[in-house]
Each structure stands twice: as structure tokens, then as C-alpha cells.
């Protein structure tokens, strides 16, 4: 009677999930297409992302170049450090 039990289980596939039938079986054909997509689709949304903010980073920089040219010593030295800033962080946004 228990080998028919673990027969049933077997045969009709109740024990997939217990021996984890995901690992072994080969990924389906139409999955590779949508995670090619999805990665397609992340990719141009993070780029619209970086360009929006080097856009948003522009102000600011050229708001801080005005200021380095600032007679008073320590405001042109705080607008460098900004600068500075700034442009790292449009590097990193280029890089990526």
C-alpha cells in the first residue's frame, strides 16, 4: 500500500515542489525574451533618470560658478567645494 502511495505522489507530479522541481528543469523558452525586455526597459529608464538629473544638477552649477567669482574669500571657496560636488556627481552619472 505505501508503493502505490509513493507511486501516485510521483507519478502525478503532488511531489514536485518537494523535491524541488525548479532547480532541475530547464528555464522556458519564452522567459528569456521578457527578461531581455525587462532589462531593455530598465535600462532606458534609468538613462531618462541620469539625464533628468544632470538637468537638474545644471542650475546649481552654474548658480556656483557665479559665486566663486564672489570678492568675499569664503564664499568663493564654499562655491568650489560645490562645484566640485557637483561635477563628481555628473561623472558618475555619465559612467553609468
Known sequence: M?????FA???LGFGAGWYGRARWLPPK????P???DDLAA?????????HDVRG???PALLTADRLS???DPAVAQAAEAVIRSIERAAERLKAG
Do not use: C, E, F, G
Open 9 to 11: 505522489v510521483v507519478i
Open 56 to 58: 537638474m544638477l545644471s
Open 69 to 71: 567669482t564672489n570678492p
Open 2 to 6: 505505501m508503493v502505490l502511495a509513493v
Open 29 to 32: 523558452d519564452d522567459a528569456v
Open 42 to 50: 530598465r535600462d532606458k529608464a534609468l538613462s531618462v533618470l541620469r
Open 34 to 36: 521578457a527578461a531581455t
